[in-house]
């Protein structure tokens, strides 16, 4: 039996599942035929496919407001890329570069970086600012979601 995770489309928000046995095909949404991301990936996308997936995904997300310029920042990164893929099918990362969205995080009330938010079917379930342990990490985002 072929093992799935779920993701959600940024396209148009449907819930698919991934065949992870997958590697190297385009998997596509099974509703509007977008190409879907591999469960596990940290994401970078443009606001409006932010807005889709914070609208629609049934998967929490972990959003990650960072800027490149930030060396806490860029210390989360691998954390995030971790966490990412051990609880692949449970969430969604998603990092939005604030120097480039200015909008998205003012619309946040992001006052500095970095920011992680955790939304599950449209509501705000958690904010924290600033680098930690993974563990400490990995345990306020479980909380979280």
């Known amino acids: 039996m072929i093992e799935k995770k779920k993701v959600s489309c940024f396209r148009c928000g449907a819930t698919n599942y991934y065949p ?18 591999v469960p596990g ?5 443009p606001p409006e ?4 997936l914070i609208q629609h995904s049934v998967l929490p997300l972990l ?3 960072y800027s490149p310029a930030c060396a806490p920042c ?9 966490l990412a893929k051990r609880r692949a099918g449970e ?4 990092k939005l570069n604030v120097d480039r969205h200015t909008e998205l995080a003012a619309s946040f009330g992001v006052k500095g970086v ?3 938010v955790v939304i599950q079917k449209g509501t705000e379930r958690g904010r924290t600012s600033g680098a930690m342990a993974e563990t400490d990490f990995s345990l306020w985002v479980a909380s979280r979601t």
Do not use: Q
């Open 20 to 37: 992870l046995d997958a590697e190297g095909k385009t998997v596509v949404c099974g509703r509007c035929k977008n190409a879907l991301p």
């Open 41 to 45: 990936t940290v994401l970078e996308l």
């Open 49 to 52: 496919n932010v807005a889709v």
């Open 63 to 65: 959003i990650d407001f």
């Open 74 to 82: 860029t210390m989360m990164h691998p954390v995030i890329e971790r």
């Open 91 to 94: 969430i969604m990362a998603i």
């Open 114 to 116: 970095p920011t992680f």
